[in-house]
């Protein structure tokens, strides 16, 4: 049993970070901030998971070296342009943010983590990101979270925060806060996914790595294809351990429960990403259960989650079970035996289309009502094994074309 | 040098050729063709490729049997339901369909192909299929290829035939032609793809194998990403040797001509495909070149072919070349070093976007001419080796989501 409550706040729930967003004029629209900002009072333990693009970003090589470090006190993100594709002048500019925001918080660059996303492949205007640090680093607070969840956004449509306490072992109360932006999950190689988390758990660099690797896997990953990331993906964690206390090792019952904390609020997130795709009505949540590996698994439920055929149907409110056998089908996957049943429910109510591998006759009226509301869970049994895993997607809508079809201007 | 040209005709162009096309009823518009039948005068020696879909529909399964006993003399092919995920009704379906059209043309079951397309899981309508067949027997005619090609189409707008002769090393002129069907190439993991291909050639069933997986490797399977396949997409071949004299055999040079010729009528078959693409407004032709193995070029080319983002992007003419590399990025391919090339162009000019690894600024106005053109060509230098694959796709627009969002109702 996990012992685990969700609280108010984000970014800084956790004790000693603080937090600001501010439009410093990387993008036109002055309403948009842009730019953001985190602090620690002490130096935090960091890991990270990056992006495997080749193409991958000058920040993201950048934030590589300092989690190889161990630590870090501050993190800068600009949203508007992804410092992606722009050569030796990218890798200078991320130097030069890390720098300027040393510079004002009196902290050594290396301390000092730099996200971007945005526009790929378009140098960053430095002339407004660094008065914009001068600027950003006077509004440090801890209640500036929401201002950083807005500042990291890009076509999203809402800030994305979560903050959880969990209760260790011993019976010190920790907090684990956190927030996330990405929109463009309506297909999975998309617009940027970015991810930071805080707390105040003591907590060793390899604990904190193996911590977050678990947890990607299962939320972020899983809306996001394996490999189909953008130039800029990344995930962060920073535990300044101001709660005290023993420090939480490897293969410690804490851990687990650290662990299985930040794969809930993982989730938590990317679930909400996902529910704010590009152009999105609904929000798709597919199970497969019972396949031959973990592995299998993943596969099956984010091939159906990646279908732009599922994803239109359910658009349409149009429970076209074919297409998702056929996404099942393509997946790679191991099935000695077609027995599969798909369940289709929502708060309109549940319908079996398919059972030991055959279509069902059903009631399409029903199969629309459950299809009219917002959240969906497609339960997909392949008998095989025992092995399972949850995928999270979105419809296909007119709007997504819309917004993808004119972002750059 | 392959000594080629194009000729009128498609699927009844080679000798001994007949076909019909004719509304049965299976489908509810009686303006709609729904039932093809293709026969040779002569047994015909037979290839084929098909779906590796784990849920591949029952006449796939049929037809595998049929091409591993080497010839046929007759094709039948209906639209409007796919006869997949039908359990051992669709089997006993697709044996009815191939017994009744051997009973009207007096020929073995055995000599009889079956193809279904359309929707999954619902059961084929014998009732009008039976007496389908019967009428259709009796239209046969070496005309009526194209009536042939309207039947088979679903969401197509417009059939799709070629046709060449080719002349032998001897002197011999063989014709070969051809018909597919597939329109929901918009996006890989979609409709099915049918291609059907006849010839007067004499050639041995091993030749015919190896040449038609040849050809669909770089046609075929270039608009349709690897495993992504259909519950039904199948390509067949049949040879009925017509014109006589000398077989062709395996490592012969008439097989390369007979193999180029092959490749080059499948490339303008899946051309024509992605080109009617379900609401193209765009056919894109990626060429990844100098790419360390041919199968990092294919995945690279396939991979921007298939980028939803790339694909709004083309549709709102805009010249967001990040989502080119971005998709580059994360095909799963070798990539020492970034010196990567990129030039768009089409009829309306040509543009370098990207060269040795770095954006360049170039004229938007240019480019949106160039963008605004139907044909559109992404040539991607990767400059680390020696192979080359192209791949063919089209924009992603409104009327992609109409069709999708509302297909089976």
Redesign the interface.
């Known amino acids: 049993m996990i012992n685990l409550k969700y609280v108010n706040g984000g970014i800084t729930a956790a004790k000693g970070f603080t937090a600001a967003g501010i439009h410093a004029g990387i993008r036109k629209n002055s309403d948009k901030k842009d730019l953001a900002l985190l602090f620690s009072s002490q130096p935090a333990k960091v890991g990270g998971v990056f992006t ?5 970003a000058a920040p993201v090589a950048y934030c590589k070296q300092v989690v190889n470090h161990g630590t870090a006190s501050a993190l800068v993100v600009n949203s508007g342009y ?1 410092n ?4 030796e002048q990218g890798t200078a500019d991320t130097l030069t943010m890390a720098s300027e925001v040393a510079h004002v918080l009196n902290i050594a660059p290396d301390q000092v983590l730099v996200c971007s996303t945005g ?4 140098k960053l205007p430095m002339a407004v990101i660094k008065p914009g640090i001068k600027t950003i680093a006077t509004k440090l607070s801890p209640s500036g979270g929401n201002d950083a969840a807005q500042a990291i956004m890009t076509t999203d449509t809402v800030t994305k925060e979560v903050a959880v306490e969990i209760t260790l072992s011993d019976g010190r109360v920790a907090t684990i806060g956190g927030m996330a932006k990405g929109s ?1 999950m ?2 999975p ?3 940027t996914l970015l991810c930071f988390i805080t707390t105040d758990l003591p907590i060793s660099s390899s604990a904190l790595q193996t911590a977050i690797k678990y947890a990607a896997d299962r939320s972020f990953n899983m809306v996001t294809v394996d ?5 800029n993906d990344t995930m962060l964690i920073m535990a300044n351990g101001l709660i005290g206390g023993t420090m939480i090792e490897k293969n410690s019952a804490d851990l687990q429960l650290f662990t299985e904390a930040l794969t809930m609020i993982s989730i938590n997130l990317a679930k909400k990403m996902a529910a704010d795709g590009e152009g999105a009505n609904h929000l798709l949540e597919i199970e497969v259960v019972n396949a031959f590996s973990r592995e299998d698994a993943a596969r099956a439920a984010k ?1 159906v989650a990646s ?3 599922v994803k ?2 359910f ?2 409110a ?1 429970a ?4 998702i ?9 191991t ?1 000695p035996e ?1 027995k599969t049943d798909i369940t289709i429910s929502s708060e309109g109510g549940s319908i079996t289309v ?1 059972q030991d ?3 069902l006759v059903f009631d399409e009226i029903l199969a629309k009502k459950i299809l009219s509301v917002k959240d969906i869970k497609v339960f997909i049994n392949l008998k095989c094994g025992a092995f399972s895993a949850t995928a999270w997607g979105c419809d ?3 709007e ?3 917004i ?6």
């Open positions: 495997q693009n080749l193409y991958a992804a992606a594709v722009t050569g526009v790929i492949g378009v463009g309506i297909h190689n998309m617009a490999g189909d990331t953008s130039t091939a279908s732009n055929l239109t149907a658009f349409g149009d076209n079970w074919g297409r056998i056929c996404a099942v089908g393509y997946a790679g996957i099935l077609n398919m591998g055959a279509g296909l809508s007119y997504y074309v819309r993808n079809g004119d972002y750059r201007t």
